[in-house]
């Protein structure tokens, strides 16, 4: 285990953001990370892992961990169900095929989801009608107080809509180590309803998806949505979906009565801030080098040299015009480390 001073953190985030960290390290057990973790010397000291859900704002003074945990163990097995335990540092998308060729299911839905998998609980990541939490069992981590390794149930993870008890009361407290998930073996449950997958399917006369039908589908819709960020620097949807009362949502929907909503409950609604950004204008603009990406007005991208600083003036004016025009608030999903 080596610390670097100096690091440009361009290769470690999928903005391609060039920050520099005063300080980096790779850590790829647990005992490195325990060690690390306890090292007086470093005060500041910022976990990262896939880099795809975070926006560096500068060049930062702090020491930058990055955890490269690798493995898979399954943990038990029944006739239908199988529960494996994945290392903070496996590739999310690569465990997510990984999983489907072995026939377990579950996390289709959300293939090519950049990242790694340590990081997803966090986020309590999600896409088409599936989140993380649906699959989860619980994970271990490395609590930053007193370097002990834990293990998190699933109930005190606190798991909400692309929210958890890590960005909450758990937040720099705990370093995710391990998650474990519960799969499906031989009757897996479908889930092929949101209207983007049911057109896939359709696309491709499928009347009987299976998982890896399902996986296809949704790796079609994403690539024709979405930017590749080893091409066009970007960390993916930047701004949550809104959920708004029963009563903002009455006033919204009379003054638009075409756009799309998601019913969450009796009191709650769910609105897609891609519309809501896009009917403001900012779908496929470009404001020197960063910019709202042409096929998804969700995703902005950094064209080639967009600091930290041109991303987050770009999502504050789109915050401030969203507000403006249809007086709901809108707020970002990527982590800002500053």
Request: net charge neutral; aromatic share 10%.
């Amino acid at each position: 285990m080596v610390v670097l001073e100096y690091f440009s953190l361009k290769k470690y985030n999928t903005f391609g953001i060039d920050a520099t960290a005063r300080y980096f390290v790779e850590i790829t057990t647990i005992e490195e990370l325990q060690q690390i973790l306890s090292n007086p010397d470093y005060p500041r000291k910022i976990i990262i892992g896939g880099g795809s859900n975070m926006l560096l704002t500068d060049s930062i003074d702090a020491l930058f961990i990055h955890v490269n945990l690798k493995g898979k163990q399954i943990i038990s097995e029944s006739p239908n169900t199988v529960q494996i335990k994945v290392m903070a540092g496996e590739n999310w998308h690569e465990m997510v095929m990984w999983a489907i060729d072995n026939n377990f299911g579950g996390l289709e839905n959300m293939s090519l989801i950049p990242g790694n998998t340590g990081t997803a609980p966090i986020q309590n990541i999600g896409a088409y009608g599936v989140e993380l939490k649906d699959c989860f069992v619980s994970c271990e981590a490395v609590r930053i107080i007193d370097q002990h390794l834990v293990t998190l149930t699933k109930e005190e993870c606190k798991f909400g809509y692309r929210d958890s008890f890590f960005k909450n009361e758990g937040k720099d407290k705990f370093v995710i180590t391990s998650v474990t998930f519960s799969f499906t073996k031989n009757v897996h449950k479908i889930n092929s309803g949101y209207g983007a997958i049911e057109n896939q399917l359709e696309k491709e006369s499928i009347i009987h998806p299976t998982i890896k039908d399902i996986s296809n589908a949704v790796i079609a819709i994403r690539k024709s949505k979405l930017p590749d960020p080893k091409i066009l620097g970007n960390s993916g949807s930047f701004f949550k979906n809104p959920i708004v009362s029963t009563e903002i949502f009455e006033a919204f929907i009379a003054k638009n009565p075409d756009a799309p909503f998601y019913k969450m409950s009796d009191d709650f609604y769910k609105i897609p801030a891609g519309w809501l950004i896009e009917q403001c204008g900012f779908k496929g603009k470009r404001f020197g080098d960063a910019g709202v990406h042409k096929n998804q007005a969700l995703v902005l991208v950094n064209y080639d040299k967009a600091t930290g600083k041109d991303i987050l003036d770009l999502a504050a004016k789109i915050i401030k015009e969203v507000k403006r025009t249809f007086d709901i608030e809108i707020s970002p999903e990527v982590n800002l480390i500053k």
